[in-house]
Each structure stands twice: as structure tokens, then as C-alpha cells.
């Protein structure tokens, strides 16, 4: 296979990690294949901890490791003897006048850069000498002669690298694993670019060495980068002819990070919905349950438990929570589970699941369960043709201080209870969105529609249990009196809108006529 394969043989490796998650069980491998192994700084008292003999880069170059570690791989011997092209007469002659010895392999992860920069308070010297030079010089030059040389920069790659080498003639690796490898390191050092420039953007003068970096969090960059490895392929993408994938941003967080504990593989779809519900049931602190169907909530609740949580969302709308996604708050117990697993549901997002609900759940085969870890709100990215939209998360809240009562009549307590979840809820439903809610339940959803008359309209059609005495949630202002007459007519009798409409006096004037509560909050949550 050695012509065919391009197999090359590893003789020597050069190692220099910042993560080093089963490093001294890859280079023991390594050097049980006779393998020679250079290393610097911790990486090498690392590797000789673990009992292996090592060779200091200094050792290598003739020169010591300098400028507080600056300076140990910027050498003609480290860079010669990776970039130099095997067989080429002109470049063998040149590193055999220089005695540069070729190197083979180089196993390099770089400085933790944006843990640095995520640090709070962060000394802006300290990061800046978190910006690794050293390490992604050696990557790129070792993954530019690929034809030559392994580039190996993730630690979940050692144990397939091991096996090939094992089951090679001469501890080989193929070209197209040097192939792969080479892409990968590309991938790391583009984003690991991305990560500096992204960040030093955000610092708008250079402070001291020793005062705050003081990132802008608010800026909005200059150049947007999005960078993010491939997590997974997707069998499709919202329909069977389009095809798709996951990326995740590598934070192991929020839905693109969940653990699957069961089920079918995720689909598109499944993922859109599953982040919707996950949003939605994060922006409650007591036990929340959100019925999702195609990204719009079908039944919202909070309880005391999870199970009342949940079977209060199933009234608002049994019929569409068929075949839904569920987000929930909490970790799902038994009791909650055994609620759950009666109706057909596709997936469900939770912080956690109890052993006892994960065993009830396992007889329903296909459902999936995903464990989140909750994320902090990022900004959201929308793709428009030719270019990108780009705006903060929707993080908005009203507190019951800051709502202004516009009507002669206030809300009652349990009126502005109810007001203040519908407010909530509204913020996850398409606009034009019309929410129905009494006592922590959503009582009846007008989602999506073109006339706000016609979300009102709607949102009471598909309404299940009784209107009467709930209240309504408008996700924007009520531009004629219409809508506000059409919730009124379906039962409303507290109202929370943003106003700022040219027509809030009209819009006023007939909730004083129809005796109902007013309140406006002076934000709106259009969605789109």
C-alpha cells in the first residue's frame, strides 16, 4: 500500500501542547513505535513525569528557550525541518549543509486565548501574552508540507493516529490522514485569528499592561467572523431535498452542545424547535414547560412541579402539541415523565433527566431526550442576500415597577401576575403575536399573522378552555382600537402592549369605555 496510500513514517515528533488531555498516553505509544520525541517547556516536564525520555527543543536548535518562552521554536532548525520537501535534491542538500534532521510530526493545541479573554477583569498585558506565535507558525508550517509531515491538533485524533501507525509497515500514516489533519489545523488557526482580531477589535485604546482590557461587550464589530467547526451532518435539512449541517461555537453550551441520552439522530427541524422551546422555558425562574410546533409555542406553563407545569401547557392546546418539541426548566422526574411519555412528542430540551424518567422514557425508542446547559444570550445572526444582519439578543424584560398604567381602572395582583407571564411568552411567538393567559397558563396563542385583528382572532379561535377573566399580550402596539375590541369580545380583561402608536388615545379611550386594565411597557418583541 506504501506507493498508493503515500504512507510516510513518523521517526520524530515534536510536541508542544497547551491542553494536555491524554498527551503522555499518545507519546508512550509513540515512542513504543520508536517514535523520537522533542518537546518544550511544561509540555517536556509533562512527558518526562510520565517516564519518557525527551529531548529539549533547545537541544534541537543549539539555542535556549528565551525571552520568557518567547523565543524556542522561531528557528530555522524547527521550521527547516518541517517545511523542507522529502526527495526534492535542492532542499535535501540545504538541510544536510545546515544539519537541520527532518521532523515528522508535530502535536501542537494553542495557547487558551479566549478563556483569557472571557475572564473577568483580565490585565490586558496578560492578554496579550496569551496570543500564541510560536505554536500556529509550526502549524501551519507543518500543515502546509503535509505531503511530508502529520499536523496533529486535536487530542481526540491520538488514539485513530496510534492505530494506523500500529497497523502500518514502519509506524506510517497515510497521505489522506496527513490530508485531514492539515485541513483541521487550517480550521484552528483561521479561527484562532478570528478569535484575536474579534477581540482586540472590542479594546477601542491599549490601556497599560496592568489595567482591565476593558472589552466593549457592546460594540458591534467591524468585520463579522463567524468561525465554527462542523459538529455533525444532518440527514437533511428542513425538507429532504436541502441538505444540512450542525456547527457549534465549541462553548459546550446551549442546544448545539446538548447531550443526546436517547432517540433517533436529531433532525434539522428538531434542532430549530428544540432551541425555540429551550429559549422560552429559560426565561421563567419557577418550573416552566413550552409545547413548540414549528418554532411558535402551543402551550406555555409554569406550576409548582414539572407535572403541573406540563399538563397545564397540554390543555392550552392538546391537538397541536401532538408531534411537538418540549423545553422544560427543570430536571424531569418520574412523576413529570410518566405525564410526558402519554403523547406522541418528537424531542425534549432539559437541564437533566432523573434516572426514573430516563428509565419510563426508554420504551418510547425514537423520542429524544437532550440535556442543555444554559448559555448566555449572544447576539443573532440572520442571512439576507449578499450579506448578513447582525443585532443583539432580544433580552428585554419589564418588571411590574416599570410598567405604566394607562387605563382609569389598574390591574388587579392576579391580573398583573398574568400580564407580566403573557409579556413573556409573546417574546418567542411570530408577530404579529397575540398571547391569552390566566394564572400562569397560556390559555390561547395568535401566532404569525399578517393583521394583528386576525392574530387576536385566531389566537381566541384556537382557544380550548374558557376566555373569560384571562388576560392578553400584544408583541407590539395595537395601531386602531380593533385588536383591542376583538380580545376584549374573547374574554380579556387586562391588557399589556408596548403603546406608541399615533393611536394609543384611541386605543386608551376604548379600554376605559370597555372597562378592562390597561398597561404598556414600552418595548416591544416583534420576531420574525
Given at each position: 500500500?506504501?506507493?498508493?496510500?503515500?504512507?510516510?513514517?513518523?521517526?520524530?515528533?515534536l510536541?508542544s501542547?497547551?491542553d494536555?488531555?491524554?498527551l503522555?498516553?499518545f507519546?508512550?505509544?509513540?515512542?513504543?513505535?520508536?517514535?523520537?520525541?522533542?518537546?518544550?517547556?511544561?509540555?517536556?516536564?509533562?512527558?518526562?513525569?510520565?517516564?519518557?525520555?525527551v529531548?529539549?527543543?533547545?537541544?534541537?536548535?543549539?539555542?535556549?528557550?528565551?525571552?520568557?518562552?518567547?523565543?524556542k521554536?522561531?528557528h530555522?532548525k524547527?521550521?527547516?525541518?518541517?517545511?523542507?520537501?522529502r526527495?526534492n535534491?535542492?532542499?535535501e542538500?540545504?538541510v544536510?549543509?545546515?544539519a537541520?534532521?527532518?521532523i515528522?510530526?508535530?502535536?501542537?493545541?494553542?495557547?487558551?486565548?479566549?478563556?483569557?479573554?472571557?475572564?473577568?477583569?483580565?490585565?490586558f498585558g496578560?492578554?496579550?501574552?496569551?496570543?500564541?506565535?510560536?505554536?500556529?507558525?509550526?502549524?501551519?508550517?507543518a500543515a502546509?508540507?503535509?505531503?511530508?509531515?502529520?499536523?496533529?491538533t486535536?487530542?481526540?485524533?491520538?488514539?485513530?493516529?496510534?492505530?494506523?501507525?500500529?497497523s502500518?509497515h514502519?509506524?506510517?500514516?497515510?497521505?489522506?490522514t496527513?490530508?485531514?489533519?492539515?485541513?483541521?489545523a487550517?480550521?484552528?488557526?483561521?479561527?484562532?485569528?478570528?478569535?484575536?482580531?474579534?477581540t482586540?477589535?472590542?479594546?477601542?485604546?491599549?490601556?497599560?499592561?496592568?489595567?482591565?482590557?476593558?472589552?466593549?461587550?457592546?460594540?458591534?464589530?467591524?468585520?463579522l467572523?463567524?468561525?465554527?467547526?462542523?459538529?455533525?451532518?444532518?440527514?437533511?435539512?428542513?425538507n429532504?431535498h436541502?441538505r444540512?449541517?450542525?456547527?457549534?461555537?465549541?462553548?459546550g453550551l446551549g442546544?448545539?452542545?446538548a447531550?443526546?441520552?436517547q432517540?433517533?439522530e436529531?433532525?434539522?427541524?428538531?434542532?430549530?424547535?428544540?432551541?425555540?422551546?429551550?429559549?422560552l422555558?429559560?426565561?421563567f425562574?419557577e418550573?416552566?414547560?413550552?409545547i413548540?410546533?414549528?418554532t411558535?409555542?402551543?402551550?406555555?406553563a409554569?406550576?409548582?412541579?414539572?407535572?403541573?407545569a406540563?399538563?397545564?401547557?397540554?390543555?392550552?392546546d392538546?391537538?397541536?402539541?401532538?408531534?411537538?418539541?418540549?423545553?422544560?426548566?427543570?430536571?424531569?422526574?418520574?412523576?413529570?415523565?410518566?405525564?410526558?411519555?402519554?403523547l406522541?412528542?418528537?424531542?425534549?430540551?432539559?437541564?437533566?433527566?432523573t434516572?426514573?424518567?430516563?428509565?419510563?422514557?426508554?420504551a418510547?425508542?425514537?423520542?429524544?431526550?437532550?440535556?442543555?446547559?444554559?448559555?448566555?444570550?449572544?447576539?443573532v445572526v440572520?442571512?439576507?442576500?449578499?450579506g448578513?444582519?447582525?443585532?443583539?439578543?432580544?433580552?428585554?424584560?419589564v418588571?411590574?415597577?416599570?410598567?405604566?398604567?394607562?387605563?382609569?381602572?389598574?390591574?388587579?395582583?392576579?391580573?398583573?401576575?398574568?400580564?407580566?407571564?403573557?409579556?413573556?411568552?409573546?417574546?418567542?411567538v411570530?408577530?404579529?403575536?397575540i398571547v391569552?393567559?390566566?394564572?400562569?397558563?397560556?390559555?390561547?396563542?395568535?401566532?404569525?399573522?399578517?393583521?394583528?385583528?386576525?392574530a387576536?382572532?385566531?389566537?381566541?379561535?384556537?382557544?380550548?378552555?374558557?376566555?373569560?377573566?384571562?388576560v392578553?399580550?400584544s408583541?407590539?402596539?395595537?395601531?386602531?382600537?380593533?385588536?383591542?375590541?376583538?380580545?376584549v369580545?374573547a374574554g380579556?380583561?387586562?391588557?399589556?402592549?408596548?403603546?406608541?402608536?399615533?393611536?394609543?388615545?384611541?386605543v386608551?379611550?376604548?379600554?376605559?369605555?370597555?372597562?378592562i386594565?390597561?398597561?404598556?411597557?414600552?418595548?416591544?418583541?416583534?420576531?420574525h
Amino acid at each position: 500500500m506504501g506507493a498508493e496510500g503515500g504512507e510516510k513514517p513518523i521517526r520524530r515528533a515534536l510536541l508542544s501542547v497547551t491542553d494536555k488531555t491524554g498527551l503522555v498516553e499518545f507519546a508512550r505509544e509513540l515512542a513504543r513505535l520508536g517514535v523520537e520525541l522533542i518537546s518544550t517547556g511544561g509540555t517536556a516536564r509533562a512527558l518526562r513525569e510520565g517516564g519518557l525520555a525527551v529531548k529539549d527543543i533547545s537541544e534541537l536548535t543549539g539555542f535556549p528557550e528565551m525571552l520568557d518562552g518567547r523565543v524556542k521554536t522561531l528557528h530555522p532548525k524547527v521550521h527547516g525541518g518541517l517545511l523542507y520537501i522529502r526527495g526534492n535534491a535542492e532542499h535535501e542538500a540545504a538541510v544536510k549543509a545546515h544539519a537541520i534532521a527532518p521532523i515528522d510530526m508535530v502535536v501542537v493545541n494553542l495557547y487558551a486565548f479566549e478563556k483569557t479573554a472571557a475572564q473577568p477583569g483580565v490585565a490586558f498585558g496578560h492578554l496579550i501574552e496569551n496570543i500564541d506565535i510560536g505554536g500556529p507558525s509550526m502549524v501551519r508550517s507543518a500543515a502546509k508540507n503535509f505531503e511530508d509531515v502529520a499536523i496533529v491538533t486535536r487530542p481526540s485524533d491520538y488514539p485513530g493516529l496510534v492505530q494506523e501507525m500500529k497497523s502500518a509497515h514502519g509506524a506510517a500514516l497515510r497521505r489522506a490522514t496527513r490530508w485531514r489533519l492539515a485541513k483541521q489545523a487550517f480550521a484552528l488557526t483561521a479561527a484562532y485569528d478570528a478569535a484575536i482580531a474579534g477581540t482586540l477589535e472590542r479594546i477601542e485604546e491599549a490601556p497599560a499592561p496592568d489595567a482591565p482590557a476593558a472589552l466593549d461587550a457592546e460594540a458591534l464589530p467591524e468585520t463579522l467572523r463567524i468561525v465554527m467547526p462542523r459538529k455533525q451532518t444532518l440527514r437533511y435539512g428542513e425538507n429532504p431535498h436541502q441538505r444540512a449541517a450542525l456547527y457549534a461555537d465549541g462553548s459546550g453550551l446551549g442546544v448545539a452542545a446538548a447531550a443526546q441520552l436517547q432517540g433517533k439522530e436529531l433532525s434539522f427541524n428538531n434542532l430549530v424547535d428544540l432551541d425555540a422551546c429551550w429559549e422560552l422555558a429559560a426565561e421563567f425562574e419557577e418550573p416552566a414547560v413550552v409545547i413548540v410546533k414549528h418554532t411558535n409555542p402551543c402551550g406555555v406553563a409554569t406550576g409548582a412541579g414539572v407535572r403541573e407545569a406540563y399538563e397545564k401547557a397540554l390543555a392550552c392546546d392538546p391537538v397541536s402539541a401532538f408531534g411537538g418539541v418540549i423545553g422544560i426548566n427543570r430536571a424531569v422526574d418520574a412523576e413529570a415523565a410518566e405525564a410526558i411519555a402519554k403523547l406522541f412528542v418528537e424531542a425534549i430540551a432539559a437541564p437533566g433527566f432523573t434516572p426514573e424518567a430516563r428509565e419510563r422514557f426508554a420504551a418510547k425508542k425514537n423520542l429524544r431526550l437532550v440535556e442543555v446547559k444554559a448559555a448566555p444570550a449572544r447576539p443573532v445572526v440572520k442571512q439576507v442576500s449578499g450579506g448578513m444582519l447582525l443585532q443583539d439578543a432580544d433580552a428585554g424584560r419589564v418588571t411590574e415597577s416599570e410598567l405604566d398604567v394607562m387605563t382609569w381602572r389598574p390591574p388587579t395582583a392576579e391580573e398583573l401576575r398574568s400580564l407580566l407571564f403573557a409579556w413573556r411568552v409573546s417574546k418567542h411567538v411570530k408577530s404579529n403575536a397575540i398571547v391569552y393567559a390566566r394564572d400562569g397558563q397560556t390559555l390561547g396563542i395568535g401566532a404569525g399573522q399578517m393583521s394583528r385583528v386576525d392574530a387576536a382572532r385566531f389566537g381566541a379561535m384556537k382557544a380550548v378552555l374558557p376566555l373569560a377573566g384571562c388576560v392578553a399580550a400584544s408583541d407590539a402596539f395595537f395601531p386602531f382600537p380593533d385588536g383591542l375590541e376583538t380580545v376584549v369580545q374573547a374574554g380579556a380583561t387586562a391588557v399589556i402592549q408596548p403603546g406608541g402608536s399615533v393611536k394609543d388615545q384611541d386605543v386608551i379611550a376604548a379600554a376605559d369605555r370597555l372597562g378592562i386594565a390597561m398597561v404598556f411597557t414600552g418595548i416591544r418583541h416583534f420576531r420574525h
